[in-house]
């Protein structure tokens, strides 16, 4: 039986075997949102920054090629893929069954779970199940960003909420200070990032979070990046060089910088 530690050296070996290195004068285009603090933002002179631009810059470096982000919405990233735009989506995007039809991912690098922004004088912050805060919420308006896992989680497990898509985060946040929305549903880091900004003055997460894996058919299986189906040795390089990073703690250097914690995937490169 081969062990897990001599399955993760033999995934990290095939860096060489792979002949990882691509030629320095390329160039990987990757696709990412630019609107989803502190995973993607796009400044006034279009760099794009955050833990999915570390992410790519480091890939790349791993790669031995040039990074070139194109910055779309979320819910364009996987027809743009499909249309070879850009060679890799690297935007905070869930392993799932569903998105999984239609393009490949690589190893679940990272892995992150999902709360509630709730009014701070809410019963529903204190909820001690997801049943609770789905029925205080019935038929009010809780926002998600458009092409998520978050929204279908929400329409498969509570219908009788009203969910309202955003093209951005930022647009959701907007919304929810001016009181046109009840609630907010998105990734635990991005929510806590939100609150740090506006102060929990108004606002508080839910005390309930929503792990991934208590629904990963729909949250998915982790934070992965996309490939086209047809570039399978792609696949097998990226693979490889993110295990890399996860084991030399590129990856959650990169996590604590811009979350103040750890969403790096350590058991997938030991299977």
Request: aromatic share 6%; proline share 3%.
């Given at each position: 039986m081969i062990t897990p530690i001599i399955k993760k050296a033999a995934l990290c070996a095939g860096l060489a075997l792979l002949g990882l290195n691509i030629a320095s004068a390329d160039t990987l285009k990757i696709g990412t949102e630019g609107g989803y603090p502190p995973w993607?933002?796009?400044?006034?002179?279009?760099?794009?920054?955050?833990?999915?631009?570390?992410?790519?810059?480091?890939?790349?470096k791993e790669l031995n090629a040039d990074?070139?982000?194109?910055v779309q919405a979320f819910d364009s990233?996987?027809?743009?893929?499909?249309?070879?735009?850009?060679?890799?989506?690297?935007?905070?995007?869930s392993v799932t069954p569903e998105r999984s039809k239609r393009i490949?991912?690589?190893?679940?690098?990272?892995?992150?779970?999902?709360?509630?922004?709730?009014?701070?004088?809410?019963?529903?912050?204190s909820a001690a199940s997801a049943d609770a805060i789905f029925q205080g919420l019935?038929?009010?308006?809780?926002?998600?960003?458009?092409?998520t896992t978050h929204g279908d989680y929400l329409r498969k497990s509570a219908p009788g909420l009203k969910?309202?898509?955003?093209?951005?985060?930022?647009?959701?946040?907007?919304?929810?200070?001016?009181?046109?929305?009840?609630?907010t549903f998105a990734d635990l880091t991005s929510q806590s990032k939100f609150l740090k900004k506006v102060g929990d003055k108004h606002f508080a997460l839910s005390k309930l979070v929503i792990?991934?894996?208590?629904?990963?058919?729909?949250?998915?299986?982790?934070i992965g990046v996309g490939i086209?189906?047809?570039?399978?040795?792609?696949?097998?390089?990226?693979?490889?060089?993110?295990?890399?990073?996860?084991?030399?703690?590129?990856?959650?250097?990169?996590?604590e910088k811009w979350f103040d914690i750890d969403i790096s995937n350590y058991e997938v490169c030991k299977k």
């Open positions: 993607s933002m796009v400044d006034a002179a279009g760099k794009v920054s955050g833990f999915d631009a570390d992410v790519g810059n480091a890939l790349c990074c070139r982000f194109v990233l996987i027809p743009s893929l499909d249309a070879n735009r850009f060679d890799l989506i690297i935007s905070g995007m490949s991912f690589s190893i679940p690098y990272a892995v992150e779970d999902a709360i509630f922004v709730l009014p701070k004088d809410s019963a529903l912050v019935a038929g009010k308006t809780v926002g998600v960003q458009g092409g969910v309202k898509n955003y093209d951005t985060l930022d647009q959701m946040q907007i919304d929810l200070d001016a009181g046109r929305l009840d609630a792990k991934g894996s208590s629904a990963p058919e729909v949250l998915g299986y982790g086209n189906k047809e570039k399978t040795e792609l696949k097998q390089k990226v693979d490889a060089a993110l295990c890399k990073l996860i084991d030399d703690g590129t990856i959650k250097a990169s996590s």
